[in-house]
């Protein structure tokens, strides 16, 4: 459906996209996933044809956008990382008034209303003015506006910066609900729990340039995979040690003279060892005081691609 070609845009000496590649397929949802100042506004904004590229292509539905910018225009949905609303208006006027710019009048504006603030679970608060909604409400209306003329794609910049958690669920689950409608959907953000929840197709940038990408497994797996049990024991024995050795899939094991009750297991490929463990630990009667398992996650393979974190 879309596809950039080596896109490249500099701001005077910053490089914000570097020969950038990525592919979205109709009917995927995909994550762009990169720390502030990764060039992901300054890409979707080149996709959205707001922005021109010094070099490289996009093509949508196999068109040039550069030459033809409309292909892509009447099928798009834009959400600004910036809130785009009337404070005086209410939030059904601030919709009428998007609705209209696309063209939407008579019964079925008012329908896509209905309609758009049932989706983004705003239908109550239609009748107030948007400078009385809370940050959350303001987000949830800006992706309202942008879904009103039944997009086939939706890109979103970043629509859950700075909110509460509720209306930030209400959003994922927005998401969730317009894929699996249909709805073609490229997400950016810099929260990589969100990208890893939602999205299948995830592209990770850094400083414009294109780090990784993939699945969410194969991301993972290229991270080593894996999971990590710790486990604090009552007390340890040879027993116990020679039998956690023996274990499916134990990579390494860990102790410190320090604390020798404390274990640490590294385990390859997939999860569902802290099981055994626990089953071993009744067997041989040393009952586990504590345990944690952690699992490699797009924030480790940012670190290990990049040597930072990917949060400020
Ligand atoms: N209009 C502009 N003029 C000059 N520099 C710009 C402009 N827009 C973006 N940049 C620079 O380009 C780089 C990429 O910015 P961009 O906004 O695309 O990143 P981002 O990944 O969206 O970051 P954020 O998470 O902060 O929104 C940054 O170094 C930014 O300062
Ligand atoms: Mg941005």
């Given at each position: 459906m879309l596809q950039t070609i080596e896109l490249t845009k500099r701001f005077g000496a910053t490089l914000?996209?570097?020969?950038l590649s990525i592919e979205v397929r109709k009917g995927d949802l995909v994550g762009l996933l990169g720390p502030n100042g990764a060039g992901k506004s300054t890409t979707i904004s080149m996709i959205a044809t707001l922005l021109e590229p010094d070099s490289g292509k996009i093509l949508y539905n196999g068109q040039d956008l550069m030459a033809h910018p409309e292909a892509i225009r009447k099928g798009l949905g834009f959400v600004p990382q910036n809130i785009a609303l009337y404070q005086d208006l209410s939030g059904r006027d601030n919709l009428k008034f998007w609705g209209r710019l696309y063209g939407l009048k008579g019964d079925l504006l008012k329908r896509r209303i209905e309609e758009v603030s049932e989706i983004i679970g705003i239908s109550d608060r239609l009748k107030d003015k948007v400078k009385a909604y809370s940050g959350g409400m303001k987000r949830r209306l800006n992706i309202g506006a942008a879904l009103l003329h039944q997009p086939e794609f939706l890109i979103m910049d970043e629509?859950?910066?700075?909110?509460d958690p509720q209306s930030r669920n209400h959003i994922l689950d927005a998401v969730k609900a317009l894929n699996r409608e249909g709805m073609t959907i490229l997400y950016t953000s810099h929260y990589m729990e969100e990208v890893e929840e939602l999205c299948r197709t995830i592209y990770i940038m850094d400083l414009g340039k294109l780090i990784a990408s993939g699945t969410k497994e194969a991301l993972l797996a290229a991270a080593g995979g894996g999971e990590e049990v710790t486990a604090k024991f009552e007390t340890v024995s040879d027993a116990l040690i020679s039998g956690l050795k023996n274990l499916n899939g134990l990579i390494a094991l860990a102790q410190t003279p320090e604390a020798p009750q404390t274990v640490t297991l590294s385990f390859g490929g997939?999860?569902?060892?802290?099981k055994p463990v626990i089953e071993l630990a009744t067997e041989l009667g040393h009952p586990l005081l504590s345990v944690d398992v952690s699992k490699p996650n797009l924030e480790s393979v940012f670190l290990k691609l990049t040597g930072k974190a990917l949060r400020d």
């Open positions: 914000a996209v570097d020969a629509p859950t910066v700075g909110i997939d999860g569902g060892h802290l």
